[in-house]
């Protein structure tokens, strides 16, 4: 599992709202980057929803349908959505899972591509876990891989918008449901209880730091902001989103070698801080 580092339906209103992005260090290799227009994803009532990214999130066409297939059955599955930054050099691999319910994604694609990205579908794999739907991605004006968080963030938002615009029976299984979906997940995680962090040694030069904690949005620049915010680096790694919880696992490093014991306790501690409050003005940007 990997990622290499740096819409919201109409009921539910949108909402243009400046914001600064990550300047702290460069997120696996660049700057960080902010467009001129910011659409927030989700302008819900409730003040702990207002999330916005420093980009336009594109929406799938209203009138375009991806092959239509999305048999009823009695259990919906778990939707996964799994950004790589580690297996290809070259692009940011994206996979969705989503039983054998997912279509060919055209317009989810098509979306991806209003962000000013390459995609290029690779391929499916049906198992007995569903149907992978496994493509690249690439930024159009460099031809690399995406590297800063507040867009690798949007591609995250853009497939999971998109997948509860084609699959509104995924609202309850998605903790974004609550935030753009047409019904709350009816279970709702403690972050206290399901918050795990784990730092391990990745040889002399860098560490891998383990994170598993209540989805929301914006949570992959959040991370990454707490982290920077200690001089700490990200290089580089993966982010899961399975269900109502995601799961990063990011290459870091200090002055470009591993983190030591009581810089490990830092960081973790300000993440278990931040993450038990994550509804706050202090941790989003």
């Given amino acids: 599992m990997a990622v290499s580092m740096a819409s919201c339906g109409s009921t539910l209103g949108v909402y243009t709202k400046l914001v600064q992005p990550i300047n702290k260090t460069a997120f696996f290799g660049s700057s960080s980057f902010g467009f001129d227009h910011v659409k927030n994803l989700c302008n819900s009532t409730k003040p702990r929803l207002s999330y916005s990214l420093s980009t336009m999130i594109p929406k799938a066409s209203a009138t375009a349908i991806e092959d239509g297939n999305s048999q009823e059955t009695d259990v919906v599955p778990t939707p996964k959505v799994i950004i790589d930054q580690d297996s290809d050099p070259n692009a940011t691999v994206v996979e969705i899972t989503f039983g054998d319910r997912l279509g060919a994604l055209l317009d989810t694609m098509s979306a991806l591509k209003n962000l000013g990205l390459n995609v290029v579908k690779a391929n499916v794999v049906l198992d007995s876990s569903g149907k992978h739907n496994t493509f690249s991605i690439t930024k159009a004006s460099t031809g690399r891989k995406v590297e800063e968080p ?136």
């Fill in 150 to 285: 507040e867009l690798l963030e949007a591609i995250r938002l853009t497939i999971i918008s998109n997948l509860l615009e084609y699959h509104p029976e995924s609202s309850g299984q998605l903790a974004m449901g609550e935030a753009f979906g047409v019904e709350a997940p009816k279970t709702k995680l403690d972050v206290d209880i399901t918050t795990r962090i784990r730092i391990d040694d990745d040889g002399p030069d860098r560490s891998l730091l383990s994170v598993e904690t209540a989805d929301r949005p914006g949570l992959l620049v959040d991370l990454v902001k707490i982290v920077t915010d200690i001089n700490v680096a990200v290089e580089s790694g993966e982010f899961d989103t399975e269900g109502l919880l995601a799961k990063a696992k990011f290459h870091v490093n200090y002055k470009g070698k591993a983190l030591i014991k009581p810089l490990q306790q830092v960081v973790a501690n300000s993440l278990r801080y931040f993450l038990r409050r994550p509804w706050t003005d202090e941790s989003s940007f």
